[in-house]
Nanobody, 126 residues
Framework: QVQLVESGGGLVQAGGSLRLSCAVTGRAFSRYAMGWFRQAPGKEREFVAA????????YYGDSVKGRFTISRDNAKNTVHLQMNSLKPEDTAVYSC???????????????????WGQGTQVTVSS
């Protein structure tokens, strides 16, 4: 059974930074493409970022491009999301997800991911 556990969320002022981490159990981590999604109250789930198995390619949602950076450490079964220049509209529950079969044209779709974490709250105050 694959388990994903996020950490690093919290309260930060606008303009600040946070680094989220997602630890994944199991030996197949290096075979999963990984993604981050977020969901704010009353809003649909939104794609944030994704990274391929080796970390060669990364993808970002338009609202976070230039501010967020996704990375992974296959030796530690961990994926990170560095969030800089945070805005109040970044407030949401952030969840990481793992995809067994990666396809570039579906990287932004939640349905493309097979395993999900419980999420971590990020709150950005103005």
């Amino acid at each position: 059974q694959v388990q994903l556990v996020e950490s690093g969320g919290g309260l930060v002022q606008a303009g600040g930074s946070l680094r989220l981490s997602c630890a994944v159990t199991g030996r197949a981590f290096s075979r999963y493409a990984m993604g981050w999604f977020r969901q704010a109250p009353g809003k649909e789930r939104e794609f944030v970022a994704a990274i391929t198995t080796s970390g060669t390619f990364t993808y970002y949602g338009d609202s976070v491009k230039g501010r967020f950076t996704i990375s992974r450490d296959n030796a530690k079964n961990t994926v990170h999301l560095q969030m800089n220049s945070l805005k109040p509209e970044d407030t949401a529950v952030y969840s990481c997800a793992a995809s067994v079969v990666f396809q570039q044209n579906t990287v932004e779709r939640g349905a493309a991911y097979d395993y999900w974490g419980q999420g971590t709250q990020v709150t950005v105050s103005s």
